[in-house]
């Protein structure tokens, strides 16, 4: 079997022009075709990764066979020159094709994506909803600032079957208005309200229910400590991306006086990039992103490598169904999993559209496909409207 076509899709959706998936397609001689994505749907950087899926496939991809994996992903990183140097870009691009490369091998060999990687060891894989700041809904993202629409939005969870949330309850200010720099210490008036957003969910969860607490690495190391009080105080399951991964030490003053469990990971590629966190055990939940930390070949081996250290894993999932269903497959194999994120935008038409299938958790639990390779396929009606690139 060999690679003869790829093709590469830069996703536009005009109802959330910020969303932008990338997707890759992979074509073989044997008619059989393979689907991955790269981890920068949202924000910048996703018209390059697409690109850079476009140089690889020129320069490695046409004529190989699908399943020399390993091969490939060495060459990759050693032969691309920038990929020693590392970066999301190059990491992207390299995950988006490794992933559609293991879609082809299972669909090839008649099984489940799982079942190449060690099989089932999670029947049912417990999910969170994610990101509770922007509403839980399948209509329109909101900006969520008053308490009560935190108790509405963690309602709205609550009837779906969910017994976990995540919220960033720091980004938006009284008004609604989005707070960038939170490296310096926060005023008594917007903890406050951070402590009233927090009880507000807790209201409605009870005290079994599980809060997770999302920083998006904006904090400084003052600003985290004052936020890892009131996680502590609301006994959260995790304090997610509490500072910044531009200087690991920041994590060690955290890990020595705060009493909640921290994770991290979205924005650390391949095993190099978390090799000090586990080693120092600053983390305890692991969340590498299978469409940037290097695709499924290198994220099952960061799994094991941070079972050594007994961390956690809970895959970073914010993208189009395509990364949705790498993650099942991934969270399904292996022994330390936690917990497995749904992301409000997955609730969206706008990305619920963009394939054939539409995974969704059914009363806070997802089960994996067991379609050949990933089950997943791209809609053409859909992704067909957006730029694409194709390389023969």
């Not at 609550?158 to 720099?181: L, N, Q, R, S």
Request: charged share 25%.
């Amino acid at each position: 079997m060999k690679i003869t076509q790829i093709e590469i899709f830069d996703i536009h959706c005009p109802k959330r022009p910020a969303w932008s998936p990338v997707f890759v397609r992979i074509h073989t001689d044997e008619g059989l075709t393979g689907v991955g994505e790269a981890g920068l749907a949202y924000d910048l950087g996703h018209s390059a990764a697409a690109h850079m899926i476009k140089e690889f496939a020129k320069e490695m991809l046409l004529g190989i066979d699908p399943f020399a994996t390993e091969h490939l992903w060495n060459r990759m990183l050693r032969e691309s020159f920038w990929g020693l140097g590392g970066g999301p870009v190059v990491y992207s691009a390299m995950s988006a094709i490794d992933t559609a490369l293991w879609d082809i091998k299972g669909k090839a060999i008649g099984l489940p994506v799982y079942q190449l990687l060690g099989g089932k060891t999670n029947k049912k894989l417990r999910t969170y909803a994610s990101q509770l700041q922007f509403d839980w809904d399948c209509y329109e993202r909101k900006t969520l600032f008053k308490p009560e629409d935190y108790a509405k939005a963690t309602e709205k969870a609550v009837a779906e079957g969910y017994d976990a949330v995540k919220v960033d309850p720091m980004m938006f200010d009284h008004k609604g208005d989005t707070i960038y720099d939170c490296t310096l210490p926060f005023r008594r008036d917007h903890l406050n309200l951070i402590r009233a957003r927090m009880q507000a969910i807790r209201d409605v969860l009870g005290e079994n229910g599980d809060i997770i607490f999302e920083c998006h690495s904006l904090p400084g190391l003052t600003s985290a400590l004052q936020l890892g009080e009131i996680a502590e105080e609301f006994n959260c399951l995790y304090f997610e991306e509490p500072v910044n991964y531009l200087n690991s030490k920041l994590h060690e003053p955290l890990k020595q006086k705060l009493n909640v469990p921290i994770a991290a990971g979205e924005r650390l590629y391949l095993r190099h990039g978390v090799r000090e966190y586990l080693e120092k055990q600053t983390v305890d939940v692991l969340q590498p992103d299978i469409g940037l930390c290097g695709g499924l070949t290198e994220a099952k081996k960061i799994c094991d490598y941070a079972d050594m250290y007994d961390v956690k894993i809970q895959a970073h999932v914010c993208g189009g169904p395509v990364a949705t269903a790498a993650s099942l497959h991934l969270e399904t194999a292996i022994p330390n999993f936690i917990i497995h994120e749904h992301h409000t935008y997955a609730l969206k038409d706008f990305n619920r559209e963009l394939c054939l299938q539409d995974p969704q958790p059914v009363n806070g639990f997802f089960e994996v496909s067991e379609t050949p390779g990933l089950g997943i396929e791209l809609n053409d009606e859909v992704v067909m409207k957006s730029p694409r690139m194709v390389i023969k």
